[in-house]
């Protein structure tokens, strides 16, 4: 029997928009930088694990939702990471607004610190608002989402420090990418990294600098490939013709690319701000769910995460699922990062 209330709010649910609290956080260059507004994870003197799910886009077909939610649980089980990390495409199609609250609770319960950006999926359903979701992502325990300065494109730049002794060693930068946009020749594709956002990094990049009397590592999280992956894998892979696909030389990485990395047509200049700083040496995305490689480019690895989860099937063609582990090890200023795919998965 069909319970008319509840079917009835779960409808409006649904059908009415969520906008989400009010958010209006101006930032201006010009403004004074205060590392202690920076949320931070405390290292110890041993490795610090971050363990990355992806494009999980968990959806309405909860068959897919379980089997995603037990590669989740055998790679936190695998890893023991000391910090989650979530790069866009965490929900999607209509039962997102559900899925989404089953998700916060999923990773809660590991009660390890964890921090995600959004990716094309998470903004499909419009009456979902990025806003609303921020909120959501806010109520949590563990959750360490900020939606970062209002007048920056996208919601969801922020950073958290890795601290030892309280001292930095180590930023994590997570910027807003996860959106297609209409172009002038009438295509539509992934957009580009704001200029605003690539002021804002080089702010906190310098800032972090000024107060912490060196330059302090950092990697990059977002969702889609920067216009240099493409450019790295059409220089340096080696194609295959039996399959179509990519694979990266030992020299200059691992993996392979099932195809190009898909990204904006237009190069904001992110990646150059990058190698000017000298502080990001790792740029972390999603989206491509059956590119799995890493590749250093100009003294700068990017990597695919390995996609987490089955779903959605009607558009998903990975033949490995499972998560990628950050491993930080060393201390002080002498730290060294590993990177590995942990497969769960395979077809």
Avoid at 16 to 22: E, S
Avoid at 243 to 260: Q, R
Avoid at 302 to 316: A, D, E, Q, V
Wanted: glycine residues 6%; charged residues 20%.
């Amino acid at each position: 029997m069909c319970n008319f209330s509840a079917c009835c709010y779960n409808l409006g649910n649904i059908v009415f928009p969520l906008t989400g609290k009010k958010h209006i956080q101006i930032w201006s260059a010009k403004q004074e930088f205060d590392i202690s507004k920076i949320q931070t994870v405390e290292k110890s003197m041993e490795d610090f694990k971050i363990l990355m799910f992806t494009d999980t886009q968990l959806w309405a077909l909860l068959s897919d939702n379980k089997a995603c939610y037990n590669e989740m649980d055998s790679l936190v089980e695998k890893t023991q990471p000391d910090l989650i990390v979530l790069t866009g495409d965490n929900v999607s199609a209509i039962a997102s607004r559900f899925s989404l609250n089953n998700l916060i609770n999923k990773i809660d319960s590991y009660k390890i610190p964890w921090a995600p950006v959004f990716g094309n999926h998470d903004n499909e359903i419009p009456s979902n608002s990025l806003n609303w979701q921020g909120d959501c992502y806010m109520k949590s325990n563990y959750c360490l989402f900020e939606k970062g300065p209002s007048n920056l494109y996208g919601c969801g730049n922020y950073l958290i420090n890795i601290t030892e002794n309280s001292n930095p060693v180590y930023s994590l930068v997570f910027m807003d990418n996860g959106r297609y946009i209409e172009y002038d020749d009438g295509s539509t594709e992934e957009v580009y990294l704001g200029y605003d956002q690539i002021a804002w990094y080089e702010w906190n990049i310098k800032g972090i600098e000024a107060e912490s009397g060196r330059t302090v590592p950092s990697m990059t999280f977002s969702h889609f490939a920067l216009p240099e992956f493409k450019q790295a894998i059409e220089e340096h892979a080696v194609y295959n013709n039996s399959d179509e696909s990519y694979t990266v030389p030992e020299e200059y990485g691992f993996g392979k690319c099932a195809y190009l990395p898909c990204c904006s047509p237009v190069n904001s200049g992110f990646f150059d701000k990058c190698m000017e700083l000298g502080s990001t040496k790792y740029i972390f995305c999603g989206h491509d769910h059956e590119n799995n490689a890493s590749i250093t480019y100009n003294g700068i690895t990017m990597t695919y995460r390995l996609k987490t989860g089955p779903s959605p099937k009607p558009w998903n063609f990975a033949t490995e699922t499972g998560g990628t582990l950050i491993t930080i090890n060393g201390s002080g200023e002498n730290q060294n990062v590993l990177i590995d795919n942990i497969i769960i998965s395979q077809k």
